[in-house]
C-alpha cells in the first residue's frame, strides 16, 4: 500500500528519463536494490556463535541493517519524503527471538502520510481518469467513423474529386492515425494492469509512443498544408495547381516523419530510459518545436488570409458569385487554425506538471472530437458535397421509379 500511495503522489524529485509520477518509487526500488545486495551479501557470511540476532531487512520502506536480540533500532522516516514536508519522526523495531517486531509507531502515523494523500483520495483520482477515458474513447470512435464516412464521400463521387478535396482527406487520415495511435496506446502501455509501467521499457510500447508522435505531428502539418493551399488559392485566384501537391504531401507526411525519426535516435543514444513518455526530458522539444513552429506559420497565414479576405470583399469589382466562394473556402480553415493551435500555445508556455487536469481535458477529451468537427465543417457542412449527395439521391431515386414502374408495365402487359 505504501508504494501504491507513493506512485500517486506528485510533484516530486526527478530521476532522468523517468516520468515525474514515477521518480519516488524508482528511488525506492533502487534502495530495495541496494538493501537486498546487503542481504545477499550476509548471507554468504554465517554468524559467529554468540553474535545471533535478527538479520538486514526490507520492510518496504527502510533498509534495517542486522542486530543482536534484546536490542532495537530507530530510524528517520524516508528522506525521499523530504520532498514534501520534513519530517523528524522517528520508527522503532525490536529485535526479538521471534524476529523483528512491527514499526512502532507506524510508517502513516510517525511519517504523516495521511496527510500526502488518502485512500479516498487515490480512489477519487482513479475514478476520474475512468470516466475521462470513457469520455475520449467514445469521442475519438465519433471521430473515426465520421472520418471514414467522410472519405468515402470524398472518393465515391468523381465530381468532388479535385486538389482541395484529396488536401481534405489526407487531413481526414491524419486524424484517423492520431486515433488509432491513442488506442493503440492505451492497449500497450495501461492494457495489464499488473506491469510496472515506471519501468516498463519494451520495444513495443516505445514503438506505440513514437506511432502516436507521428501521428500528433501529421496532425497539425496537415492542418498547415490546408492554410498554405488556401492561401494559394487565394493568391492564384482559384487556379488548381497541382503542381503543389507533392510539395503538401512532403510537408504533411514528411516533415512529420523526419522530426520523430531524429526524435527517436536522440532517444536511443542520449535518454533510453522507460517507454519514451517522459514530457519532462528536454529532448521532448524535439517533437515540440516543430508543432509550435507549424502553429505560429498557420497564425501567420491566418492573418494573412484575413487581410487578403477582407481586401477582396472590400473591391467593387468583385462579383457576389466569387464573394460568396471566398467566404465559402475560408470560414472553416479560419476556423480551425485557432481552434487547434491555441490551447497547445497556452499550455507549451508552462512547466508539463502545471495544470495537468486542465491539460489532460483539452488534449484527450475535447481534442477527441476535433476529427468529428472537421469532418463535419469539410464534409456534411460542405454545400458542393451537400447538392451532390441530393442530386445523386434524386437520381437513384428516380432510376429506381424508373425499375419499379418497368417492372408493373411489364405484369400489365404480360
Known amino acids: 500500500n505504501s508504494m501504491i500511495l507513493l506512485a500517486a503522489l506528485s510533484p516530486s524529485p526527478k530521476v532522468q528519463g523517468t516520468h515525474p509520477d514515477c521518480s519516488i518509487v524508482l528511488q525506492f526500488q533502487k534502495r530495495e536494490a541496494e538493501c537486498l545486495e546487503r ?5 554468504q557470511t554465517p554468524a559467529l556463535p554468540g553474535q545471533e540476532g535478527c538479520p538486514t531487512e526490507w520492510d518496504g520502506m527502510s533498509c534495517w541493517p542486522t542486530l543482536p536480540f534484546g536490542q532495537s533500532r530507530a530510524v528517520a522516516c524516508p528522506d525521499i519524503l523530504n520532498v514534501f514536508k520534513e519530517y523528524k519522526g522517528l520508527i522503532q523495531r525490536n529485535c526479538t527471538e521471534w524476529g523483528w517486531s512491527l514499526p512502532s509507531p507506524p510508517y502513516h502515523s510517525s511519517c504523516q502520510l495521511e496527510t500526502l494523500s488518502s485512500n479516498n483520495d487515490t480512489e477519487a483520482k482513479a475514478c476520474h481518469f475512468i470516466t475521462m477515458k470513457v469520455l475520449y474513447t467514445c469521442g475519438y470512435s465519433t471521430s473515426l467513423a465520421a472520418l471514414l464516412l467522410a472519405i468515402s464521400i470524398f472518393s465515391c463521387f468523381r465530381k468532388l474529386h479535385c486538389t482541395r478535396n484529396f488536401i481534405h482527406i489526407h487531413f481526414f487520415t491524419s486524424f ?17 494492469e499488473s506491469i510496472d509501467h515506471c519501468t516498463m521499457s519494451t520495444v513495443t ?3 506505440a509512443i513514437a506511432f502516436f508522435q507521428y501521428s500528433v505531428l501529421a496532425n497539425f502539418y496537415w492542418l498547415l498544408v490546408e492554410g498554405l493551399y488556401l492561401q494559394t488559392l487565394l493568391l492564384l485566384t482559384f487556379t488548381c495547381d497541382r503542381s503543389y501537391i507533392w510539395g503538401y504531401i ?3 507526411w514528411g516533415v512529420p516523419m523526419v522530426t520523430v525519426g531524429v526524435w527517436v535516435l536522440t532517444r536511443l543514444h542520449y535518454d533510453d530510459h522507460g517507454c519514451w513518455d517522459d514530457y519532462s526530458s528536454l529532448y521532448w522539444w524535439v517533437i515540440k518545436a516543430p508543432i509550435l513552429l507549424a502553429i505560429f506559420v498557420n497564425f501567420l497565414i491566418f492573418l494573412n488570409i484575413t487581410r487578403m479576405l477582407a481586401q477582396k470583399i472590400r473591391c467593387p469589382d468583385l462579383s457576389k458569385t466569387h464573394k460568396q ?8 480553415t479560419l476556423l480551425l487554425i485557432p481552434l487547434f493551435g491555441v490551447h497547445y500555445v497556452l499550455f507549451a508556455l508552462f512547466p508539463e506538471h502545471v495544470g495537468v487536469d486542465a491539460r489532460l481535458y483539452f488534449e484527450l477529451v475535447l481534442g477527441s472530437y476535433q476529427g ?22 434524386g437520381k437513384w431515386q428516380r432510376s429506381m421509379e424508373s425499375n419499379v414502374f418497368n417492372l408493373a408495365t411489364q405484369d400489365f402487359t404480360a
Open 39 to 43: 542481504i545477499q551479501s550476509e548471507s
Open 205 to 207: 510500447c516505445k514503438a
Open 372 to 393: 468529428f468537427l472537421v469532418a463535419l465543417l469539410y464534409c456534411f457542412l460542405n454545400g458542393e458535397v451537400q447538392a451532390e449527395i441530393r442530386r445523386s439521391w
Open 325 to 332: 466562394q471566398y467566404m465559402r473556402l475560408t470560414k472553416s
Open 250 to 252: 512532403l510537408i504533411g
Open 176 to 192: 484517423i492515425l492520431r486515433g488509432t495511435a491513442v488506442f493503440i496506446k492505451d492497449s500497450v502501455l495501461f492494457s495489464d
